[in-house]
């Protein structure tokens, strides 16, 4: 069965630092692979998904995240953090039914 | 283009109602997709709607169920609400079933508190 883990439920970061949010995942097929971001009171708006194009996918609001097979992960990164990227962030997997598995969230805080 | 609505956004009922809820997908998406959100158990799926049939069904009691509309809109239904059934409710659609490789939009979600 499809699982996900994300490592850290909480990540600190100054503005203009480094983002690193990440990312395991347990899968027996080839996985299609998602990042969400959801803010205070909203649904979940999609970041990037990746369906085995470029392993390498980039998204909106300068996210990106890099699939690698041999280390099952799918972490997601950012440049430099600018204070509107404070949320929380789901990474997911489908499964062979085409539902969405979600990892259990990290929330991020943005430091000025 | 509209996105994806839910009404209403929040709902306050007594333990032991019932309760609907609304999804209205984007046009053009027939794929709708049901999900929990709660801070102990995370995002869970509940069901999945195409062309008016139920296609999937996560673990959750008969209590829960849904239906969807030949204009795709889909409502679910929870009866003799317990108090752990306080959550959002998030709906999703997509193009066509098996969404996962077109990505499910998201709508903002019905905050169901039970009292």
């Known amino acids: 069965a499809q699982s996900v883990t994300q490592l850290g439920s909480h990540v600190s970061v100054s503005e203009g630092a480094l983002v690193l949010l990440r990312c395991n995942y347990s899968s027996s097929v080839p996985p299609y692979l998602f990042w969400y971001v959801q803010y205070p009171n909203q649904g979940l708006q999609l970041l990037l998904k990746y369906t085995s194009a470029a392993t390498l996918v980039k998204g909106i609001n300068g996210f990106e995240a890099e699939f690698k097979k041999s280390e099952t992960s799918f972490h997601l990164t950012k440049p430099s953090a600018h204070m509107s990227d404070a949320a929380e962030y789901f990474c997911?997997?489908?499964?062979?039914?085409?539902?969405?598995?979600f990892g259990q969230g990290t929330t991020l805080q943005v430091k000025p | 283009k509209a996105g994806v609505t839910q009404t209403p956004r929040y709902l306050i009922k007594t333990r032991g109602q019932q309760v609907t809820l609304s999804c209205s997908p984007i046009?053009?998406?027939?794929?709708v997709s049901w999900y929990q959100q709660t801070p102990g158990q995370g995002l869970q799926f509940l069901f999945e709607y195409f062309s008016e049939t139920q296609r999937n069904k996560g673990n959750f009691p008969g209590r829960f169920s849904g239906r969807q509309f030949s204009n795709s809109r889909s409502e679910m239904n929870v009866s003799t609400l317990e108090l752990g059934d306080s959550a959002l409710y998030l709906c999703?659609?997509?193009?066509?079933?098996?969404?996962?490789?077109?990505?499910?939009?998201f709508g903002s979600g019905t905050r169901l508190t039970v009292v």
């Open positions: 999703a659609s997509s193009v066509i079933g098996q969404g996962a490789s077109y990505g499910y939009t």
């Open positions: 997911a997997v489908s499964d062979d039914t085409g539902k969405l598995i």
């Open positions: 046009s053009g998406h027939r794929s």
